[in-house]
């Protein structure tokens, strides 16, 4: 309780550890046969608990640590934070049961998640409107995409109650897209070129405001496309070609925006490689999508969930895992470097993400791929919330407060 960053980053890899174990179990169970009780379908269930359980925990930690700094605002006290956090952590847990109980106890679950994280978007938005800071745009964009966020999570918790499927499938996927993907968008163009500039002076922070529109435009356009398949199944050839359009500049535009950044030069330190290998993983996961929506065009089958998995254990893990690694080291009063314990972690989780999209695209080795890289993730990730969350237990190394 003594800063937000530990409040939130502990609860978070807390969910982040047992989701992980908790889907490593199930589709193992699953593989050899043995019956799974299930009362929403297990897609749909994985994909809201891994967006709307651990990952807005991350963004309590996140935001409460470099929101106030943005906005010229004085620390904000991890007290004031402890019963909406409190709410999704229990939320999670509860949700977690009912997956397996009953879609209406799930239901109920994501109401608690719900009711925590709109707690958090007010006190994000009081802050946003007592903020003296006349730049205050990435702060905006992430009060604006945590806002989208509640709506999507109370629908997700209405739909599970009214076991409205399409729903549900339909509010998981506005969280992907309009709500996290924004914000961890927010988030590269903000941190990114300012560590890389800090770490090789070389560099300069270039990020001018048009860049982070263009980005910000591209993820939503991208989802726009997700939400109208989850709507009209079988789009049309033209629909195909349209998406096609929007993420194949897109793609190379990111590419290329990741060579501009430094990611060769951030390859000498660790720390700083984590974090652009993360961001190479949104052009990677464009770039999947342009080429599984061209061929889909030209009446193939596409590359399955290959761009969505590139997206969520590439993109949104990876650059997850990479900062909280680098708040975590520097305020428990740690060099800011990445020992070979880190950099293991680092290469399993990498594994984990290439097993999978790897599983969508060598379908005569799909069980193997999958549950290699479930086993993966699920090491990689516990592992991580074991060390890092043990950090954040404990007082700083180097005496100071916070």
């Not at 999570?153 to 897209?177: C, D, E, F, Y």
Request: with cysteine.
């Amino acid at each position: 309780m003594t800063a937000p960053h530990r409040l939130g980053f502990f609860s978070a890899a807390l969910v982040f550890a047992i989701s992980a174990l908790w889907w490593t179990a199930a589709l193992g169970a699953s593989s050899w046969g043995w019956p799974v009780p299930w009362a929403v379908p297990p897609s749909l269930a994985h994909g809201l608990l891994m967006s709307s359980g651990f990952m807005p925990l991350f963004i309590v930690g996140f935001f409460f640590t470099a929101g106030p700094r943005w906005l010229g605002l004085p620390e904000v006290s991890a007290h004031t934070l402890r019963w909406p956090v409190l709410l999704m952590l229990i939320g999670s847990a509860w949700s977690l049961v009912g997956f397996h109980v009953h879609a209406i106890w799930a239901g109920l679950g994501v109401a608690l998640v719900s009711l925590g994280w709109s707690r958090i978007v007010g006190r994000q938005w009081t802050l946003l409107r007592a903020s003296p800071s006349v730049d205050k745009l990435h702060a905006t964009l992430l009060v604006v995409a945590g806002g989208v966020g509640v709506c999507a999570v109370w629908t997700a918790a209405l739909a599970l109650v009214s076991g409205h499927l399409v729903l549900l499938r339909l509010a998981v996927h506005v969280v992907l897209w309009m709500w996290l993907a924004p914000t961890f968008v927010v988030v590269s163009h903000r941190m990114l070129p300012f560590f890389t500039a800090s770490a090789l002076p070389l560099l300069d922070a270039w990020r001018p405001n048009w860049l982070l529109w263009v980005m910000f435009a591209a993820v939503i356009a991208s989802g726009c496309g997700t939400l109208a398949e989850v709507l009209w199944p079988g789009l049309p050839e033209r629909l195909r070609w349209f998406q096609l359009a929007i993420e194949g500049p897109a793609a190379a535009l990111l590419l290329a925006l990741a060579v501009r950044w430094g990611v060769v030069q951030s390859l000498k330190i660790r720390l700083l490689a984590m974090l652009h290998v993360g961001f190479v993983w949104l052009g990677a996961a464009m770039a999947l999508a342009a080429l599984s929506h061209g061929w889909q065009a030209l009446g193939g089958p596409g590359l399955g969930l290959a761009p969505l998995h590139a997206l969520t254990m590439g993109y949104l893990g990876t650059t997850l895992v990479a900062m909280i690694t680098r708040v975590a080291s520097g305020h428990s009063g740690r060099p800011l470097a990445v020992d070979n314990v880190a950099w293991r972690l680092f290469g399993v989780l990498q594994l984990a993400v290439v097993a999978r999209i790897a599983s969508e695209l060598w379908p005569s080795a799909y069980w193997g791929l999958l549950l290699t890289s479930v086993i993966a993730w699920s090491v990689a990730t516990t592992a991580w919330a074991w060390r890092y969350g043990g950090w954040l237990g404990r007082p700083r190394v180097d005496g100071r407060p916070g």
